[in-house]
């Protein structure tokens, strides 16, 4: 992870980036409600997805999803340091705020 004058900074290899597809995503999605035992995460603020990025659950419901639609996902985040790992979740949220799956309220 370089550091820079904006501070720590993670860019995800574009053939990671790839592999995080819509499908994927909306499988994931509904992997952590299932974890989460809420019916819409899609309302959380940025605050509450900060601290779900971080959890057991989270990396559980990752690996669930990567084991079942793309193995070298998982083989990935597994490689990283821990603080790569909490760069690269984040990354994840702002995929499936692309994808509109869940909207970051302040």
Not at 56 to 63: S, Y
Not at 75 to 95: I, N
Request: proline share 3%; glycine share 4%; charged share 30%.
């Amino acid at each position: 992870m370089p550091v820079s004058e904006r501070g720590f900074e993670y860019e995800m290899p574009k053939e990671i980036e790839e592999l995080i597809t819509k499908d994927f995503c909306k499988e994931f999605y509904r992997q952590l409600e299932a974890t989460f035992s809420t019916q819409d995460l899609s309302t959380f603020n940025s605050l509450a997805w900060d601290s779900i990025e971080c959890s057991v659950g989270w990396a559980k419901a990752f690996d669930t999803v990567s084991d079942k639609l793309c193995p070298e996902l998982k083989s990935y985040v597994h490689s990283l340091e821990w603080y790569d790992s909490d760069m690269f979740a984040g990354k994840v949220t702002s995929v499936l705020c692309d994808y509109g799956l869940i909207e970051l309220n302040e």
